[in-house]
């Protein structure tokens, strides 16, 4: 990292710590609907009604009920909100999660990243408008000086009877299928769409998003941390050329980056995904939006959901029904041979993220409990290696 950078990112945390510590101080009134709470505590049924009944004047909340709660890079906490006789008879929203950065460490970590303008945007500008499987959106915002932020959301565990994906839950061949149907559908919409150039100007390319990534938090290093404590369950073909790991990474953000593009939700591990009662598989944690090609997000959701001999067995018939499903949804796919190729050139970023996320610091929130991303290096690292994901970077570049 330049001098200029690390003086621009001191200069940023400094910034948040001083405004964090002082609206813990000042504690800043949460009652109307431009307020923003920073803690579960600051969810009361005044600032719910604001939010919730603006549309109808009659309506009140008169009671929230919290169920369970976790932390991770955000706080979350799901709840269940009682109406008035108006609020109940207009169908108001009951079952809610909210998604918030009580902690300091928490907004150092996804305010500056864009993460949270980011899931912001779409869950003002994008979710109203797209035909996919994914919450709702009740409210987003967040203050940039502090990176207070939150989202009440749809409870989906509660509207659409959903379970939460993780690693240790398996996703068989039609859940397989419908996450690449929902990838189609989300990539379909936006296929070289010119409001991502003139209407979306805050997005940024997968590579820049990543750019600014590696500066924000020494991405390259807490990722090398994480091949040191991966070693054991990497194959000896990936480790050995494990010095080509963030030259291939980069490389393969630079292609992506290429058009044709379209919307990316580019985080797509299995524990940001849900199985409705319908066995409809969804997205959420909006965080990392950018614009790049298809396979970015296709590879990734794969590599990250299948076991090694499911990935192997279904992948081919998997990506023929995505190009099926892109061509449906609007997007214009390109022949299969090709796609093959943009596909096992994307595993990098997929390994590059659990790598960090296995790598990170004392310091830093625990992003995933370890099991869950030993899971995820060892599926991906393995994907690496039966891609041949390292030459078809390097043969793009000769």
Request: glycine residues 8%; hydrophobic residues 40%.
């Amino acid at each position: 990292m330049s001098v200029s950078a690390k003086a621009r990112l001191a200069g940023s945390m400094l910034r948040i710590v001083g405004h964090t510590f002082r609206e813990r101080i000042v504690r800043p009134p949460v009652t109307g609907a431009e307020d923003i709470p920073g803690t579960r505590g600051d969810i009361a049924e005044e600032w719910l009604t604001a939010v919730l009944c603006k549309d109808h004047p009659d309506a009140r909340v008169v009671g929230v009920e919290f169920r369970g709660g976790s932390e991770g890079t955000t706080s979350r906490q799901a709840m269940t909100v009682s109406y008035n006789e108006a609020g109940r008879e207009a169908g108001l929203p009951e079952a809610l999660f909210a998604k918030y950065t009580a902690r300091l460490l928490s907004r150092m970590l996804v305010g500056p990243a864009g993460a949270i303008s980011g899931e912001a945007r779409y869950y003002r500008l994008i979710r109203p408008g797209l035909s996919m499987e994914a919450p709702i959106g009740y409210f987003a915002a967040y203050d940039e000086r502090s990176w207070r932020s939150m989202f009440l959301l749809e409870d989906v565990m509660t509207t659409r009877d959903a379970r939460p994906g993780n690693p240790q839950v398996y996703v068989d061949r039609p859940m397989a299928e419908s996450m690449v149907t929902q990838l189609a559908a989300l990539h379909g919409a936006f296929w070289n769409s010119p409001r991502l150039e003139s209407e979306f100007t805050w997005l940024k390319s997968s590579e820049e998003f990543q750019v600014n990534l590696n500066e924000l938090a020494g991405f390259q290093g807490v990722m090398d941390n994480g091949v040191k404590v991966s070693q054991e369950i990497m194959p000896g073909s990936v480790l050995r050329r494990c010095s080509e790991l963030w030259p291939a990474f980069m490389r393969s953000l630079d292609l992506n980056s290429r058009p044709p593009v379209t919307l990316l939700h580019t985080d797509v591990h299995i524990g940001n995904w849900y199985v409705t009662g319908q066995k409809t598989m969804g997205l959420y944690d909006w965080q990392c939006l950018t614009k790049g090609q298809w396979a970015g997000d296709v590879t990734y959701a794969l590599t990250s959901a299948l076991t090694v001999d499911d990935r192997r067995a279904w992948e081919r018939d998997l990506l023929a029904l995505y190009l099926d499903e892109l061509k449906r949804a609007g997007g214009e796919p390109p022949s299969f041979a090709e796609a093959w190729t943009t596909y096992r050139r994307q595993v990098f970023h997929a390994l590059a993220f659990w790598l960090f996320t296995i790598g990170a610091g004392r310091l830093q929130p625990d992003m995933q409990p370890k099991e869950f991303s030993a899971i995820n290096v060892t599926r991906m690292a393995q994907a690496v290696e039966d891609l041949e994901s390292f030459d078809s970077v390097q043969a793009a570049f000769r």
